[in-house]
């Protein structure tokens, strides 16, 4: 099975901090994903990567970007945190054709 | 952007009754719907999933319909048990990416 490892599980950082949250897959899919989730809100999608070096926005990019230097990772930025970026954050990757979706185990952001 | 709608928020059920979620999407070019169960604490988990060219599919006790004319799909569950207890998402995909419903939180009482 494929592992899909986020680097945190939680986090503690202060307002103004530049933020990295890490994502790794140990295998050669191509599309990678960062959710939000809160309670009340669902899952919503922050930004997403098709291939290496290639990004795109999704519902509330507002506040964040993203870097894939490589295929097998995929980082989101809070460039300078703020409490209402306080959620857990979830990367996903996409096993390609129809094989669903794939979670990491999240990462739990409380900016103080 | 795809908009999926989710209900109920939240359902009550009784030790063997069934459960009935229900969604719908608003743009007919997504193609892939799948249901993801949440326990507390732990990721999304795929429960199940349909193609647009299915209109039902089962596994075990649990199982989605998909009416693409009404723009709608609904997960049943049978036979529910308290491990069934946790917080399900349905989700559409348009392009790339996933777009989830808000989540129903099931409590299933013995």
């Known amino acids: 099975d494929v592992k899909v490892t986020q680097s945190s599980r939680y986090l503690v950082k202060r307002t103004g901090e530049k933020v990295f949250l890490e994502c790794v897959q140990d295998m050669d899919h191509e599309n990678m994903f960062w959710y939000r989730q809160d309670p009340g809100l669902g899952l919503r999608l922050i930004y997403f990567s098709y291939d290496v070096k290639m990004k795109e926005k999704g519902d509330i990019p507002e506040g964040y970007s993203v870097s894939r230097e490589k295929k097998e990772r995929f980082s989101l930025i809070l460039e300078s945190a703020s409490t209402n970026q306080t959620s857990m954050y979830l990367c996903a990757i996409r096993l390609g054709g129809d094989y669903g979706y794939t979670f990491g185990s999240g990462t739990r952001l409380t900016v103080v | 952007g795809e908009n999926v709608e989710q209900h109920p928020s939240t359902l009550s059920v009784q030790e063997g009754d069934s459960a009935v979620i229900k969604c719908t999407y608003s743009?007919?070019?997504?193609?892939?719907f799948p249901w993801y169960k949440q326990e507390l604490g732990k990721r999304p988990q795929l429960i199940i999933d349909?193609?647009?060219?299915?209109g039902e599919k089962k596994d075990q006790r649990i199982a989605v319909t998909l009416n693409k004319t009404a723009k709608h799909f609904s997960l049943h569950i049978t036979e529910t048990q308290p491990e069934d207890s946790a917080v399900y998402f349905c989700a559409a995909r348009l392009g790339y990416a996933l777009n989830f419903g808000k989540g129903t939180s099931l409590l299933v009482t013995p």
């Open positions: 743009d007919s070019a997504s193609n892939y």
């Open positions: 349909i193609r647009s060219n299915v």
